[in-house]
Each structure stands twice: as structure tokens, then as C-alpha cells.
């Protein structure tokens, strides 16, 4: 299904495929809303784990260094292992002689056409290897939450969180939507304490402490994004490399 859908989007480019893939994942998560005897539908599905991850195992019967060895902790190093080996395979691949192809395309696709690279077939593949890490991606994150509907893996909000961590971190590297999640992350978690001491320190202003209220931690967060985007357009890891250079 992936390798299908992307033969019928590959055949347009730039901001048109980018549109076309936002219009099937929006299609995917009306399906799996209104298809209720596989998915349930808008109210998801509930499901059980094996016992080693639920929160009444234990590992050890006593605190060890002030850790609790219990069935959250083997679940959060499970997800952590499964992330490294797919984030090593992405490199691998990068790395391999197909990555240098896609590379080539990437660079002048007409040039690798001319090579004799069927330039269709490999950007083919490189969608259906993405759509497959990202199903293992969306199967973790059902396990961490123990439920899965379309809200908590389709929903518009995470394709904009996702669409965020690339550009923040930067496109065209691996190690860039890494540390563009970090940043995400960490606004989401102190965004708002830290607009919280600013609205206290502004206090007996006019406007500002309404301006800094930590309810308003989402316009900050996109002041960030703009920001981010008119002074680093290449994100945090491609300024840093062109910096290197």
C-alpha cells in the first residue's frame, strides 16, 4: 500500500508531493475514525501487555540507587533499544550504496536519470522504508500509551509537531529531527514554567504579564518555530555543518 501510494504521489515534487502526503495521511486518519470494527473507530482500541511491561512488575523487589526497577522502566528501555536500532538502520541506509543514490537524486535527479538510476523505483523503495520504520514508530508509541486511536497517532496536531522537529532541527540529516524533537520536548515540559516566572517577574506592567500568561505557551513556541526559520532556514544541525565547513 505504501509502495502504491507512493508511485501516485512521486509522479509530482517539492511543495505538491508535500500537499499529496498531508492529504493521504489525512485520508488514513478519516478511515481508521469511521472504521470502527478494526480500528473502533474515534474511541480507539484498548489492549493488554505482557506483564513484564505492566506497572506491577518488578524487576527488583527493592529500590536500587533510588530506581524503582518496575514494568515503566523496562517498557521506557525497550522503546529506547527498538529507537537506536532504527535509528542506526536509517544510517546505515543513508550510508549504503542506495543512500548514495538517493542522494544523487536528491542533488539532480535528472542527472542520476541520465546515469541510468530508475529514479522512480529508488524513491519508491526510500517511501516504503519510511512508512514501515514509522508503523514500528507508531507501534511503540502504542505501547507507551497502551492505547491507540486515531487522535493519539493521526491527528493533525502530531503532523505538525513532526513537521516542526524536522524544520527546527534540520532537513536532509538524520541527527536534525533528533535534536528538533529535544527542542520540542523540552518547550512542551518548561515552556510554560518558564513564561510562568516571566508573567511574576512582569508583574505591575502593563500587558506583559498577559503577554508571558503560560496559557499563551503555544504562540511562544511558534514565535520559536518563525524565529528558527528566518535566521537558521538550514535548522540547528545544517547551520551548525555549514558553520563547520
Same mark, same amino acid.
Given at each position: 500500500l505504501a509502495?502504491?501510494i507512493?508511485l501516485?504521489?512521486?509522479?509530482?515534487?517539492?511543495?505538491f508531493f508535500?500537499?499529496i502526503t498531508?492529504?493521504?495521511a489525512s485520508l488514513?486518519g478519516?478511515?481508521?475514525?469511521?472504521?470502527r470494527d478494526v480500528?473502533?473507530?474515534?474511541?480507539?482500541?484498548?489492549?493488554?501487555?505482557?506483564a513484564a511491561?505492566?506497572?506491577?512488575?518488578?524487576?527488583?523487589?527493592?529500590p536500587?540507587l533510588?530506581?524503582?526497577f518496575?514494568?515503566?522502566?523496562?517498557?521506557y528501555?525497550?522503546i529506547?533499544?527498538?529507537?537506536?536500532?532504527?535509528f542506526g538502520l536509517?544510517l546505515?541506509?543513508v550510508?549504503?550504496?542506495?543512500g548514495r543514490?538517493l542522494?544523487?537524486i536528491?542533488?539532480?535527479?535528472?542527472?542520476?536519470e541520465?546515469?541510468g538510476y530508475?529514479?522512480v523505483?529508488?524513491?519508491?523503495?526510500?517511501?516504503?522504508q519510511? &512508512? @514501515?520504520?514509522a $508503523?514500528v514508530? =507508531?507501534?511503540?508509541m502504542a505501547?507507551? /500509551?497502551r492505547y491507540?486511536?486515531p487522535?493519539s497517532t493521526?491527528s493533525?496536531?502530531i503532523?505538525?509537531?513532526?513537521?516542526l522537529m524536522?524544520?527546527?532541527?534540520?532537513m536532509?540529516?538524520?541527527?536534525?529531527?533528533?535534536?528538533?524533537?529535544t527542542v520540542i520536548v523540552l518547550?512542551?515540559?518548561y515552556l510554560q514554567p518558564?513564561?510562568? &516566572? @516571566?508573567?511574576? $517577574?512582569?508583574a =505591575?506592567?502593563?500587558?506583559l504579564?498577559? /503577554?508571558?500568561?503560560?496559557d499563551?505557551?503555544?504562540?511562544?513556541?511558534?514565535?520559536?518555530?518563525?524565529?528558527?526559520v528566518y535566521?537558521?532556514?538550514a535548522?540547528?544541525?545544517?547551520?551548525?555543518?555549514r558553520?563547520?565547513?
Amino acid at each position: 500500500l505504501a509502495g502504491l501510494i507512493a508511485l501516485l504521489s512521486l509522479r509530482v515534487q517539492k511543495i505538491f508531493f508535500s500537499m499529496i502526503t498531508l492529504a493521504v495521511a489525512s485520508l488514513a486518519g478519516i478511515v481508521a475514525a469511521q472504521w470502527r470494527d478494526v480500528t473502533g473507530g474515534e474511541d480507539g482500541l484498548t489492549f493488554s501487555l505482557p506483564a513484564a511491561l505492566g506497572p506491577g512488575f518488578r524487576l527488583l523487589q527493592e529500590p536500587f540507587l533510588g530506581v524503582r526497577f518496575d514494568g515503566r522502566l523496562v517498557t521506557y528501555y525497550l522503546i529506547f533499544a527498538v529507537c537506536l536500532v532504527l535509528f542506526g538502520l536509517m544510517l546505515r541506509i543513508v550510508n549504503s550504496p542506495f543512500g548514495r543514490v538517493l542522494l544523487a537524486i536528491r542533488e539532480n535527479e535528472f542527472r542520476a536519470e541520465a546515469l541510468g538510476y530508475r529514479t522512480v523505483i529508488y524513491r519508491t523503495i526510500a517511501s516504503a522504508q519510511a &512508512a @514501515a520504520i514509522a $508503523a514500528v514508530a =507508531g507501534g511503540l508509541m502504542a505501547i507507551l /500509551l497502551r492505547y491507540n486511536g486515531p487522535q493519539s497517532t493521526l491527528s493533525f496536531e502530531i503532523m505538525v509537531d513532526i513537521l516542526l522537529m524536522v524544520v527546527i532541527g534540520g532537513m536532509g540529516t538524520l541527527y536534525g529531527p533528533a535534536l528538533g524533537a529535544t527542542v520540542i520536548v523540552l518547550a512542551q515540559y518548561y515552556l510554560q514554567p518558564g513564561l510562568q &516566572a @516571566a508573567s511574576d $517577574a512582569a508583574a =505591575g506592567w502593563p500587558v506583559l504579564p498577559q /503577554l508571558f500568561h503560560p496559557d499563551r505557551w503555544l504562540l511562544w513556541l511558534g514565535v520559536l518555530f518563525i524565529l528558527i526559520v528566518y535566521f537558521l532556514p538550514a535548522g540547528l544541525i545544517g547551520t551548525l555543518r555549514r558553520r563547520m565547513r
